[in-house]
Structures are given as C-alpha cells and as structure tokens.
C-alpha cells in the first residue's frame, strides 16, 4: 500500500521568507502527485499536479510553485511567503484511484 | 473550482444514531468519491461510486448516488464516538485535466457518546 511522508507537520514563517515543502512516496511507481491547500474550515483546492518527473501543471494562480526532481519526490516552494499562503497543505499520491493523502503540513505565516 | 457541495455543513448526533450526509455536484462525472478527514490529518478514501452504480455499501457505509439529480448521499449507520471527523465528497469529471478530483467543502460530522 501506499504511503505519503510529509514534512514539516507544522511551520511558522515570516512574511517575505522563503517555503520549501517536501513530500515522498512510497508503495507505487510513477503516481500522479498532487498538492491540495485547505483554509481553515473549507474544502481542498488544488495548487498543482505532476503525471511524471518534471510535469508540473498548475491550477490557480499564486505564489507557489512545485517541482518534481524525483519520480516518488514532490515539493512545494515559494519564494517570498505571503501572508495568504497561510493554510494546511496536502500531498497526495494516485497510482490507483482513489488518492492517499499525507498528514499534512501546517502552514502560518506571521 | 469547487464542484462538490456537502450539506450539511456540520452535524451533530448520538452515539447509535445514523448520520447521512449529502453531496451535490454541477457537471457529468466519471465517479464520485467519499473521503474523511480527522481534524489535523490527511484525508482518507472511504468508497468510490461509479456514474454508472446506484448504491454501493461498505460496513457501516451506504452511498447512493442520483445522476439524474447530480447528488449523492453518504449513510454511517449505528454512528460511534470515533466517527467523528469531517467528510468530504469529491468527483472525477469526464474530461478533467488528467482526471483531477474536485473535493467539496465537507461536512463535520461530530458524534457525542
């Protein structure tokens, strides 16, 4: 089975620093891989997805981009951290449907 | 975007009672999915309902799904403590960008013993 290793579970950063998230796989090869936001209290949005090592998509606009160096490594980046990235992130893997998600990282920036 | 849209956005029941949550959703859909998040923690898959299905179970679970209505109902019989968490639908679009599930915003379910 699938499992989805996230890190930092939490991380508090200021305003204009940089973000890098790190998320790895294991139990499958070549999974698509994916990066949810979830605000407080609301439903997941979709920030990116890969199908393949260096296949990155985006869904929205932002602040954030993601790379994937790696066919079981995913990681999400920022430059200059916002106040609106604030929020708890989610790495998921599909090699099969359904998705298996991480245990997310929580995100607050001051 | 969002596409699923559970209802309601919280519930509260008994330990023993029977909780149903629904879900509605705008455009054709491949499946629809049931995910469940305890509070801090990743989602987790319950079940999977094909466009094609009509009711499908899984233990304690009922789902059925209404294409005609676009809506979907999610049933936890003789509810526990542990049950509670927050649920989410999700769907796979015909012709979604690499068929991509769209989660909606979820219901938190809470269960008092």
């Known amino acids: 089975s699938q499992t989805i290793h996230q890190w930092p579970a939490t991380l508090v950063q200021p305003v204009g620093s940089p973000l890098s998230l790190e998320c790895t796989v294991e139990?499958?090869?070549?999974?698509?891989l994916y990066w949810y936001r979830q605000a407080a209290g609301r439903g997941l949005q979709l920030l990116f997805y890969s199908v393949g090592i260096g296949q990155i998509s985006s869904e929205v606009p932002q602040n954030l981009s993601a790379s994937r160096p790696q066919d079981r490594q995913f990681i999400l980046s920022s430059k200059k951290l916002l106040l609106s990235d604030s929020g708890f992130y989610l790495c998921?893997?599909?090699?099969?449907?359904?998705?298996?998600f991480g245990n997310g990282t929580r995100l607050t920036v001051t | 975007s969002q596409q699923g849209e559970e209802d309601p956005q919280a519930l509260s029941i008994q330990e023993g009672e029977n909780a149903t949550m629904n879900c509605s959703y705008k455009?054709?859909?491949?499946?629809l999915q049931w995910y469940r998040q305890n509070s801090g923690r990743g989602l987790v898959h319950l079940i999977l309902?094909?466009?094609?299905?009509r009711e499908k179970h899984s233990g304690r679970l009922r789902v059925t799904l209404d294409t005609s209505k676009k809506s979907s109902s999610l049933l936890i019989t003789a509810s526990r403590a542990a049950d509670t968490a927050s649920y989410f639908c999700a769907t796979r679009n015909y012709g979604g960008s690499q068929g991509n599930l769209i989660f909606g915003k979820g219901t938190k379910l809470s269960v008092k013993p």
């Open positions: 139990g499958t090869s070549n999974p698509n």
């Open positions: 455009t054709s859909i491949n499946n």
């Open positions: 998921a893997a599909q090699g099969y449907s359904p998705l298996h």
């Open positions: 309902i094909r466009s094609n299905e």
